[in-house]
């Protein structure tokens, strides 16, 4: 019984701080940002649509997620009859796991 105890309270200790290690590891993560531009009543030239594709290394998981959420908003202006509505949608895919060296 002793020698199960020694032999599961090792692979007890790896999984219960592989969950919570989980969350502090750093990867590269590339986020896509899409902003569209968008005139009411209609004017020549718009909706305006820009995506940027942009690399960010050695962040945590929980820091892309607020990244993605602060780079995700609408903005809604009115000036000189016009409304003006700005939105930035972003998405963060993991591009590379971190290799401690």
């Known amino acids: ?3 199960i105890l020694f032999l ?3 692979l007890f200790l790896l999984f219960a701080c592989n969950s919570d290690g989980e969350l502090s590891l750093k990867d590269n993560y590339t ?3 899409t ?3 968008t005139c009411s009543p209609s004017l020549e030239g718009y909706p305006q ?4 594709v942009t690399e960010v290394k050695d962040i945590t998981a929980i820091e ?3 990244a993605a959420k602060l780079l995700t908003y609408t903005n809604v202006s009115t000036m000189g009859g ?9 998405e963060y895919v993991l591009t590379k796991n971190y290799v401690a060296n």
């Not at 409304?83 to 949608?89: A, E, N, R, V």
Request: proline fraction near 4%; charged fraction near 20%.
């Open 82 to 90: 016009y409304t003006i509505t700005q939105k930035s949608t972003c």
């Open 31 to 33: 986020f896509i940002t």
């Open 8 to 10: 599961a309270l090792p």
């Open 1 to 3: 019984m002793k020698k």
């Open 49 to 52: 649509t820009t995506k940027m």
């Open 64 to 66: 892309a997620k607020e």
């Open 35 to 37: 902003v569209t531009v």
